[in-house]
């Protein structure tokens, strides 16, 4: 991870040399002053970025493959992401229909964020409360497919009505982002992800115990609705503030479970979940870098990499491995 973090902040569409890297972290700027704000100010702050997001959507992802149990969960089966590109899609495509002084709003990326947000929130909340009402986790899993495909639907109507600008603008959102975020940003981010993880950590026993089925671990003595709804929420949290800052960001949450289980051969959660955050926090870095195409003034949407370099290696992974586990 600390060799991928160096080669993320080492490339970009400027090349600076790597001394001059460091002496822009260590030497308080005995460094060209562009090349020191491009590091202090971009780089650093997208790998920060990239490690937070990643490892989120991964953590996520594990929670939902064991809570479900299902192999095809992911951290946003719950329809949260949904949410949070319904809130963006409502500022962008609605400021288009609605036109004068509501257009300027659509291009700051602060309401965007806060757009996506109280989408994801809003979204949050409906799922917490389905889930007090109901005991079947898989009814859980379909509501929130259900809601993906609600708010699919009125994006799609948005769309329609809206102009070639805008769908171009949101468009652009749902590639997903990394270096937009400013340090003040990544503060509120940061603070968020480690309220998640902080409600992760009591679920780490019980979630092993799910691993055998919901009665098994009630006769443990777990309270599963308890370990359910802190679940829930965490993944809900990660989800959330992630899509929020950085858009919908596919595959990292899905595969990553999947990679640290073949490698790790292990199904107990105190080495999963600092692993699969580890793992995710790689591979979103890696793909951060080959989308930057070093030296180039060019950026590759960070969605188009995570995928098209990520799925053949998981494929291949299971192959060999010929069996997949939970």
Known sequence: MIITIIINISFGSVSIPFKDIFASIFSNGETKETWS???????????ITAILAGSGLAIGGLLMQTLFRNPLAGPYVLGISSGASLGVAILILGSSIIGGSFLALSSSNILLTIAASLGSFLVLFVVMLVSRKVKNTMTILIIGLMFGSITAAIISVLAYFSSAEYLQQYLFWSFGSLGNLTWNEIFIFSIIYLLAIALVIPTIKPLNSLLLGENYAKSLGISFNKTKNLILLATSLLTGVITAFSGPIAFVGLASPHITKLVFNTSNHKILL????????????????IAQLPNSEYTLPI????????APVVIWLLLRK?????
Do not use: C, E, H
């Open 303 to 310: 969605n188009a990499i995570t995928s098209l370099f990520g």
């Open 322 to 326: 010929k069996k997949i586990n939970i």
């Open 274 to 289: 600092p692993a699969v955050a580890i793992f995710g926090a790689i591979i979103m870095l890696i793909s951060d870098t």
């Open 37 to 47: 704000y491009i590091i202090l100010n971009y780089r650093i702050p997208k790998a």
